[in-house]
């Protein structure tokens, strides 16, 4: 039996600001640097020890997972760091005031563009390209729906978290709040209908216990402290 630890980043600029951001880089606040450090004791009190950490390309994410493993002093153990794991991309709302896109297209098209399964955001009028990606030979997609982000990233879990699962090896993951989503909904075979109620809060570690075939056999949030 193996566990795996996922973590959604600590809170972020574009958090504070209310700002949509996918996969714009947005560093960490004071606040965001304090919840991961928070988030590595309280898993250092319960003595995880992991094989390897899956992060994504984003500094956010980076930056928290390089946190946590400082707080439990397993900054040693191998990084795997892949756009499959980046946030979801919100295309042409990326930078755009949460509150503001709400009073231009009310809060019904808001909630299918933030928590829907199947929907998709405005496109960019076209792809960005940035030195990440370019040298990976990935296209940076012009917007991506939720499903569009589970297919991404379940190869990932297949090629390079699971076997390591298998072999007994406890797995840490940080990454976002769409790219964990897609990674719950997938573990949990929750209902396409039924996703849009799952909420990933910053900073608040998710820990699942699985038997010798990745079936769950318990699942629990890590509330930090008040």
Request: charged share 20%.
């Amino acid at each position: 039996m193996a566990r795996l630890v996922i973590v959604r980043h600590g809170q972020s600029q574009a958090n504070l600001a209310n700002i949509f951001t996918g996969w714009t880089d947005s560093p960490l606040t004071p606040h965001g640097i304090a919840q991961a450090q928070a988030v590595g004791r309280l898993l250092a009190q319960r003595g995880y020890q992991y094989g390897a950490v899956h992060t994504s390309y984003m500094q956010r994410a980076i930056k928290t997972a390089n946190l946590i493993l400082a707080a439990q002093d397993q900054l040693y153990i191998p990084m795997f760091k892949t756009w499959r794991l980046n946030e979801r991309h919100y295309g042409a709302l990326s930078g755009q005031n949460k509150a503001a896109v709400k009073a231009k297209v009310g809060a019904a098209q808001l909630q299918a563009w933030r928590r829907g399964y199947t929907a998709v955001p405005p496109q960019l009028p076209r792809a960005q390209h940035e030195a990440r990606y370019d040298r990976l030979g990935v296209a940076i997609p012009r917007a991506e729906s939720l499903a569009m982000t589970e297919r991404r990233l379940v190869p990932y879990w297949q090629d390079q978290i699971a076997p390591r699962l298998l072999a007994g090896q406890d797995q840490l993951v940080v990454a976002h709040g769409s790219s964990l989503r897609a990674l719950i909904k997938y573990l949990e075979g929750i209902g396409d209908a039924e996703i849009d109620r799952v909420e990933v809060p910053n900073a608040e570690p998710i820990v699942y216990q699985l038997d010798t075939r990745l079936q769950i056999q318990t699942k629990e949030i890590i509330n930090q402290p008040s």
